[in-house]
């Protein structure tokens, strides 16, 4: 079992202006692309199939395996999209990378396209994040400069261009196929598969899509080898992932740890919980995966333990909440999330978050019934499974696993609002003042 971290991705983090081509290729950048420029394209998905590499986005699908699934070339183009539309509650990890060290995605993108036989490729980046949009701008110049994008990359006689587009800010874009229809032009809502873009993607050409963390991490691959790489981690579940803690934890932030570590470990070296108090939920996959309690800290974070233990590894999104929060409050943020976001194409996710969240706002208040609960857990099991997409699902494992660790809590919702049993200024981070008082704050601190 893991007990320290892996510093690869953050490896450059501290580092005076980490994000500059200058400092990457200082730490070692690019010497995977010139190894991958020298083997057959074969090879380089065969490294990738062989260091067991999954999926980063969520999902855990082996990325070779993935890439390996495009048809055999026919004379016509195909595409790489990378989804760097984060975008769910608690997960921050894609725009701390992309912020820190863009060229690790550069680097991973030019390297992936070579392996696929793509010549064009996407970079699909949520269009709030400015900064973020404008930074990863400017490494694309500077590797362009340098002769890692564009013509003749390196002088392999291989070409690759990368367009960086921005999204409009919807949820439901993160998923790949409404990804691909707003990329087109389209509005942004899940394609009914078959076909899978790996077969007609974008533009209805075979269609490569991962996640930033993903691709990211592929140079590193070429760099130490296969070997090296399944050198961490856990048998099947292998390699390095960045770990977001979050909440009520003394020194939250990003950890890039071995899979298969623990939140004991992790919450060890980020200095545990707050001072004075104790862990009762946390996310181990962000809003959208089943809460775990204390009871689950030993569980080793890999896909296979996560899984077994009745949630998923997801983002890798740790949200701790300690013993002041309310968890009924929690999980009705989260359903209003995904109530607002749902894209409303299909009945069960449009009509059952809207409805998720009715009863939720009732309970909170402390005028749910008895019957509310069940009512709750029925709306779920109506969802689960029947929706177009996994935005319905997600919206229904934080509710049903709650229930299931904490009945108690939606019962008092009966009575008593959430509010009176859990009084919001214990479980701030932050400065808090009631209603009345927050205008005299104001002029405290003005």
Same mark, same amino acid.
């Given at each position: 079992?893991?007990?320290?971290?892996?510093?690869?991705?953050?490896?450059?983090?501290?580092?005076?202006?980490?994000?500059?081509?200058? #400092?990457?290729?200082?730490?070692?950048?690019?010497?995977?692309?010139?190894?991958?420029?020298?083997?057959?394209?074969?090879?380089?998905?065969?490294?990738?199939?062989?260091?067991?590499?999954?999926?980063?986005?969520?999902?855990?699908?082996?990325?070779?395996?993935?890439? %390996?699934?495009?048809?055999?070339?026919?004379?016509?183009?195909?595409?790489?999209?990378?989804?760097?539309?984060?975008?769910?509650?608690?997960?921050?990890?894609?725009?701390?990378?992309?912020?820190?060290?863009?060229?690790?995605?550069?680097?991973?993108?030019?390297?992936? =396209?070579?392996?696929?036989?793509?010549?064009?490729?996407?970079?699909?980046?949520?269009?709030?994040?400015?900064?973020?949009?404008?930074?990863?701008?400017?490494?694309?110049?500077? #590797?362009? #400069?340098?002769?890692?994008?564009?013509?003749?990359?390196?002088?392999?006689?291989?070409?690759?261009?990368?367009?960086?587009?921005?999204? +409009?800010?919807?949820?439901?874009?993160?998923?790949?196929?409404?990804?691909?229809?707003?990329?087109?032009?389209?509005?942004?809502?899940?394609? /009914?598969?078959?076909?899978?873009?790996?077969?007609?993607? /974008?533009?209805?050409?075979?269609?490569?899509?991962?996640?930033?963390?993903?691709?990211?991490?592929?140079?590193?691959?070429?760099?130490?080898?296969?070997?090296?790489?399944?050198?961490?981690?856990?048998?099947?579940?292998?390699?390095?992932?960045?770990?977001?803690?979050?909440?009520?934890?003394?020194?939250?932030?990003?950890?890039?740890?071995?899979?298969?570590?623990?939140?004991?470990?992790?919450?060890?070296?980020?200095?545990?919980?707050?001072?004075?108090? $104790?862990?009762?939920?946390?996310?181990?996959?962000?809003?959208?995966?089943?809460?775990?309690?204390?009871?689950?800290?030993?569980?080793?974070?890999?896909?296979? =333990?996560?899984?077994?233990?009745? =949630?998923?590894?997801?983002?890798? +999104?740790? $949200?701790?909440?300690?013993?002041?929060?309310? @968890?009924?409050?929690?999980?009705?943020?989260?359903?209003?999330?995904?109530?607002?976001?749902?894209?409303?194409?299909?009945?069960?996710?449009?009509?059952?978050?809207?409805?998720? #969240?009715? @009863?939720?706002?009732?309970?909170?208040?402390?005028?749910?019934?008895?019957?509310?609960?069940?009512?709750?857990?029925?709306?779920?099991?109506?969802?689960?499974?029947?929706?177009?997409?996994?935005?319905?699902?997600?919206?229904?494992?934080?509710?049903?696993? +709650?229930?299931?660790?904490?009945?108690?809590?939606?019962?008092?919702?009966?009575?008593?609002?959430?509010?009176?049993?859990?009084?919001?200024?214990?479980? =701030?981070?932050?400065?808090?003042?009631?209603?009345?008082?927050?205008?005299?704050?104001? %002029?405290?601190?003005?």
């Amino acid at each position: 079992m893991a007990t320290t971290l892996a510093p690869v991705l953050t490896d450059t983090w501290d580092a005076d202006r980490s994000w500059t081509l200058t #400092a990457y290729e200082r730490a070692g950048g690019y010497r995977g692309l010139r190894r991958a420029l020298g083997m057959p394209a074969a090879d380089v998905v065969t490294a990738v199939k062989d260091s067991g590499l999954r999926g980063r986005g969520g999902a855990g699908f082996p990325t070779g395996m993935k890439w %390996g699934f495009l048809p055999a070339p026919d004379g016509g183009p195909r595409y790489l999209v990378v989804n760097a539309d984060e975008s769910e509650p608690g997960t921050c990890k894609d725009i701390p990378l992309m912020m820190a060290s863009p060229q690790h995605l550069i680097e991973g993108m030019v390297i992936t =396209s070579y392996a696929i036989g793509c010549h064009h490729a996407f970079l699909y980046v949520r269009g709030e994040v400015l900064h973020v949009y404008r930074r990863l701008l400017r490494a694309i110049e500077e #590797a362009r #400069a340098a002769g890692y994008v564009g013509k003749n990359i390196l002088g392999s006689g291989y070409d690759l261009e990368i367009t960086l587009h921005s999204g +409009a800010g919807a949820y439901i874009c993160g998923e790949e196929t409404a990804l691909l229809d707003s990329l087109e032009g389209l509005r942004g809502q899940p394609r /009914l598969k078959p076909p899978f873009p790996a077969v007609a993607g /974008l533009y209805a050409r075979p269609t490569v899509v991962n996640n930033v963390e993903s691709i990211a991490s592929v140079p590193g691959i070429l760099r130490g080898g296969a070997g090296w790489f399944k050198g961490m981690g856990t048998e099947r579940s292998t390699g390095h992932g960045l770990f977001s803690l979050s909440g009520h934890v003394t020194r939250p932030g990003q950890y890039e740890a071995p899979l298969g570590i623990t939140l004991r470990e992790l919450l060890d070296m980020a200095g545990g919980i707050r001072e004075g108090h $104790q862990l009762k939920f946390w996310t181990p996959g962000g809003s959208s995966t089943p809460i775990f309690t204390a009871e689950h800290l030993d569980v080793p974070l890999d896909y296979e =333990s996560v899984g077994a233990a009745g =949630s998923m590894l997801g983002t890798r +999104a740790l $949200q701790i909440f300690d013993e002041t929060t309310s @968890v009924v409050r929690a999980v009705t943020r989260w359903t209003e999330f995904y109530k607002h976001e749902s894209c409303g194409k299909c009945t069960p996710c449009r009509e059952g978050t809207y409805w998720l #969240a009715q @009863v939720l706002k009732r309970i909170e208040a402390g005028h749910g019934t008895h019957e509310d609960i069940d009512l709750l857990l029925d709306l779920c099991d109506n969802i689960l499974g029947r929706a177009f997409c996994a935005l319905g699902d997600g919206a229904t494992s934080p509710i049903t696993s +709650a229930v299931q660790y904490f009945r108690e809590e939606f019962e008092a919702g009966t009575h008593t609002p959430a509010d009176v049993l859990f009084p919001p200024e214990r479980s =701030s981070l932050f400065a808090y003042a009631p209603r009345h008082d927050r205008a005299a704050l104001a %002029g405290v601190h003005a």
